[in-house]
Structure formats: structure tokens, C-alpha cells
């Protein structure tokens, strides 16, 4: 099976929700032993047979919500060569607060404390995974007509119209709201580690497994609570997070153009609450 759906991100806006959301719902088949194959970005001569093959085992909408691939135009290539007649979802969340949410994920993988123009320049992808109108633009001349875009602002303001959008775009019902304990916390939220060189090295550490692929071996760790004893523990990000806040405009010259052209562009087909 390979998939009808894929969601391509970008990173920061809500993916991982979407990825737990799902995976309660038995019509949909998302990749076994990962949330992220990584196949069309990083993973590509591994070939289609192995890609399939996460998907094997289950009927349903095949999905993969892979947010690594909004910014990448070498991914859009090997989507559209294997996957041409899927549906492509991005998920807009305003650039600004994406960029400090990205800000955030690299210090909770280990980045020292820094300006966030400084990271900006250290992770590019900071910048890059947040330019919705150039990429969307791309998406759309590689898939014309199968592009759809949802609401990051409406995941945080109304899930349970979030997840009926979501419904309806796979074509499954959409009548089954979140979990309560979905509905009521983040996924992947924001936290310092007790130990920058301990999160780096973890990431680094996983990241090689992955393109081995040990995913099951990953997703095991995982489970033991390697993940919240590398990633987190460390101090409150609130105080942090206010000072970024006030620095996020020096990002307006990057930002603020595309910005204003994709709201131009596809702010109507943005859907509305109501």
C-alpha cells in the first residue's frame, strides 16, 4: 500500500497531534513500527518495495504525516514519482509563532541559549520550513488540484472542528472527536533538557538508527522513557519563551514578504471558524 494522504507538514504546526489523533481511528493505516518514515526525504534508494512495506498488514486510508518534507524540493520530487494521485496537506500556523516553536525545538535537543536571529542562521530550516507561499506554490504545480490547506489557529482553538476537517479531507467519518486527553494537552511541546550534550547525542543517536532502519528499536526506546529522560527535566521555558517572543520580528525581513503573498494568495482557502 502506498499512501492516498500525506500530510507534509511544516514542522511546528501540529503534526504530532494529527499523528496521535489518527492512529486512534482503525480506517486509517499510517506507518507500523514509526510516526516518520523519512522515505521521501531521506530514505529514497531504499526503494518503494521497502516504503510499502510500513504500510502492509491493515486496510484502510493509507497516511503518512511527514512534516519534514514541506521544504524540501527534492522530497516534492519523489513524492510526485511515487505517490502522484495522493492528497497533500499543509497545516498553516502563523511563521512567526512557528519560528519560535522551531526556535524551541532545537533547545530542547540540546542548542544553547542564543538570539533567535542567531539560530535562525545556525537551523535555516527555522526560516525555510516556514514560507508557506513559496512551497505551497510548488506543491501546487507538482500536485494542481490535490492540495488542501488546514488551520494550525483552529487545531488550537477548536479541535473537535479541527479533526472533522481532518475527517472529511481522508473521507473517513467525522463524527469522532479527540480523546479527552488529547483535546486537553500538546503533543511534542516545548522543554529544555537537564542535559544539552545528553539530548544531542540521543538525537544524534536516533537519527543514524532510523536511516539503519531500526525504527523498532527507536520507538522501543522510546517507550522505556529514554525520550523524556534526554529531552526534558530541564528549566521552564516560560521566561525564555517571553524574551524570544520579543526578539521574533527581527525575523520580519525573511518572513513578513511571503507572508503577505501567501495570505494574498491563500488566505480564502484557509478554512474559517465559525
Keep these: 500500500m502506498l499512501p492516498a494522504v500525506i500530510f507534509v507538514g511544516p514542522t511546528k504546526c501540529g503534526t504530532t497531534w494529527i499523528d496521535t489523533y489518527l492512529r486512534e481511528r482503525e480506517e486509517v493505516v499510517l506507518p507500523a513500527d514509526c510516526k516518520e518514515t523519512f522515505f521521501f526525504d531521506k530514505a529514497f534508494n531504499k526503494g518503494t518495495a521497502w516504503y510499502e512495506a510500513h504500510f502492509q498488514g491493515s486496510e484502510g486510508v493509507g497516511v503518512e504525516v511527514a512534516p519534514s518534507l514541506f521544504h524540501k524540493p527534492h522530497a516534492i520530487a519523489n513524492v510526485k514519482a511515487t505517490c502522484p494521485g495522493a492528497k497533500i496537506i499543509i497545516v498553516f500556523r502563523d511563521p512567526y509563532d512557528r519560528a519560535i516553536s522551531h526556535y524551541f525545538h532545537y533547545r530542547k535537543q540540546g542548542a544553547p541559549k542564543m538570539p533567535i536571529t542567531q539560530m535562525a542562521e545556525t537551523h535555516p530550516d527555522m526560516i525555510e520550513a516556514g514560507l508557506f ?45 479527540p480523546p479527552a486527553s488529547l483535546s486537553s494537552r500538546s503533543v511534542n511541546a516545548a522543554s529544555l533538557p537537564r542535559s544539552r550534550k545528553l539530548a544531542h547525542y540521543t538525537r544524534r543517536g536516533a537519527e543514524i538508527v532510523r536511516r539503519l532502519g531500526g525504527h523498532k528499536l527507536v520507538n522501543f526506546l522510546r517507550q522505556t522513557g529514554l525520550k523524556k529522560l534526554a529531552f526534558s527535566g530541564g528549566n521552564d521555558v516560560g521566561t525564555e519563551r517571553m524574551e524570544i517572543r520579543a526578539e521574533v520580528l527581527a525575523l520580519a525581513p525573511a518572513i513578513g514578504d511571503d507572508l503577505d503573498a501567501f495570505q494574498k494568495n491563500y488566505g480564502a482557502r484557509l478554512p474559517q471558524a465559525t
Design 133 to 177: 507561499n513559496k512551497y505551497a506554490q510548488k506543491w501546487e504545480e507538482a500536485f494542481p488540484g490535490q492540495v488542501t490547506f488546514l488551520s494550525y489557529e483552529m487545531l488550537k482553538t477548536d479541535p473537535v472542528r479541527f479533526c472533522r476537517d481532518v475527517c472529511q479531507q481522508l473521507g473517513i467519518p467525522d463524527d469522532v472527536p
